[in-house]
């Protein structure tokens, strides 16, 4: 089965692209390093030819509240269109958990933008939602930089494992359309500053600030979080990795 995977050479489209093939599947990744552009739409009728599926894991360059509503605006549209015209049976976005819960983040509107757009479209769909990745907390401290310090929420987060992420993608990909969305999350819940802690004492942010201070009050890339802004459902798919082992395996050598 063709499988063409927008946004193929960024971190979870290149794993993707690497599993669908494994499973046996002709998976073609998708990007502007390729030829193909999904916010301008170059290169996507060629691409989409003959293509069953199509897995949407773009990312704005720009998490600027105007330039990212844009961005996923014009690309899901642009998709969406060239895969009605191309006959592709199934669209698989992946969002984020929690994006519906905090309004005053840019970003996060504009998935929520992104998502209805895919929800109120022509090709049947399935939307794959995902706390934050495991990889991705280093940027996420750093965010909260502070001088030589931290300043972060104790809210619990849900990270996952980009490997997981994709194994549940993966799934969703080969599988019929849901017409809905699926959670994928974590096994644990810890609170963002101790998620950062533990980054501090495996070495995972030397050369950083040397400390980490909890503060309520301390903002997400624009917002406040609670305990419920970024944790999944009850019914969320639960990784197998968990933060304690995944700090292990991927500590610097010394």
């Known amino acids: 089965m063709k499988i063409v995977v927008i946004g193929g050479s960024g971190l979870i489209g290149g794993k993707l692209v690497d599993t669908l093939r494994e499973r046996g599947h002709e998976a073609v990744p998708a990007s502007p390093a390729s030829g193909v552009d999904s916010v301008t739409g170059k290169g996507l009728p060629e691409v989409l030819a003959g293509a069953r599926v199509v897995v949407d894991v773009t990312n704005s360059p720009s998490f600027e509240d105007t330039a990212v509503l844009e961005f996923f605006r014009a690309s899901t549209g642009n998709l969406l269109a060239a ?5 592709v049976g199934h669209h698989v976005a992946l969002s984020i958990v929690g994006a519906d ?28 939602r995902a706390t934050q990745f495991f990889e991705f907390i280093p940027s996420i401290a750093r965010a909260g930089a502070d001088g030589d310090t931290f300043r972060l929420s104790p ?21 019929p359309p849901v017409g809905g969305t699926v959670e994928v999350a974590g096994p644990d819940r810890v609170g963002l500053d101790e998620l950062v802690r533990r980054l501090l004492l495996a070495g995972r942010l030397e050369g950083d600030a040397a400390q980490v201070t909890t503060d309520p009050e301390a903002h997400y890339f624009g917002t406040r979080l609670d305990d419920g802004s970024l944790t ?3 019914g969320a798919l639960l990784g197998r990795t968990r933060y304690a082992d995944w700090l292990e395996a991927s ?3 010394r």
Not at 83 to 87: D, F, M, P, Q, T
Not at 158 to 163: E, F, I, K, N, T
Request: hydrophobic fraction near 45%.
């Open 101 to 128: 819960r905090l309004p005053d983040s840019g970003y996060l509107r504009a998935k929520v933008a992104q998502e209805e757009l895919v929800k109120g479209g022509p090709v049947p769909y399935t939307i794959v």
């Open 83 to 87: 895969e009605v015209a191309a006959g």
């Open 155 to 175: 809210a619990l987060l849900q990270p996952v494992a980009a490997d997981d992420v994709v194994d549940a993608l993966a799934d969703a990909t080969v599988g």
């Open 232 to 234: 999944a459902g009850d």
């Open 251 to 253: 500590a610097p050598t």
